[in-house]
């Protein structure tokens, strides 16, 4: 629900929510109130933000305020189509936007610098994401056989310490203390190994 046509910030925002305000940080950008490092911190805040809360934090000190944006009006209409590169809805005065001016070239500039920097992240994002899926398919091609196979020699040798020290000693077998690890290391590696199973039918079924 919303008061006062303010959204409610616990609200779930949507992808074109987070599209919207990216746009408005360009802008921004643009207009010099923000850096690229700043730009870049907001944007990644920006795509990760999933309530209308966090993304209004992101504008709190801008011009544009998220939070006194009615939710109907989806954060500010868009610029208009036959606008200027960087228009937005903030006009410049005093400016000159005529084809070649200094102004378009900046503008231009700092877009090509906010697209790489786009893409970079992107590529960064991507690039994480293949090295958790290599991860798990590694994890999923692990020999299940090959941790029981440790388990089973592990706990002869420990019975076979058992039983020696029980014939060289004088007292005799003393109680079988293997049980302990022997029992504690195969309920670990059944654990691991109905993991591994899961994890095999999960990435079977992508």
């Not at 209308?52 to 544009?64: I, K, S």
């Not at 091609?141 to 000693?169: Q, R």
């Amino acid at each position: 629900m919303s008061q006062g046509g303010v959204p409610d910030p616990n609200l779930r925002a949507s992808d074109a929510d987070r599209e919207r305000i990216v746009e408005q940080l360009r802008q921004h950008t643009a207009d010099g109130r923000l850096t690229m490092d700043e730009f870049e911190q907001r944007m990644s805040a920006a795509y990760a933000a999933k309530t209308y809360g966090e993304l209004a934090q992101l504008t709190r000190d801008l011009p544009v305020d998220l939070g006194a944006r009615s939710r109907g009006a989806g954060f500010g209409p868009p610029p208009p189509q036959d606008a200027p590169p960087w228009s937005g809805s903030w006009p410049r005065t005093g400016v000159s936007d005529r084809p070649g001016s200094g102004n378009e070239i900046v503008d231009a500039l700092v877009g090509a610098a906010m697209t790489w920097k786009t893409q970079k992240i992107a590529a960064r994002e991507q690039l994480r994401q293949q090295r958790y899926q290599a991860r798990l398919e590694r994890r999923a091609n692990a020999p299940i056989a090959s941790g029981f196979v440790g388990w089973a020699v592990l706990s002869a040798l420990l019975t076979g310490i058992w039983f020696m020290a029980g014939v060289t000693s004088s007292s005799g077998f003393s109680d079988f203390w293997p049980i302990w690890p022997i029992g504690i290391l195969g309920f670990l590696t059944v654990l691991k190994a109905i993991k591994t199973a899961t994890l095999r039918r999960t990435l079977t079924r992508r």
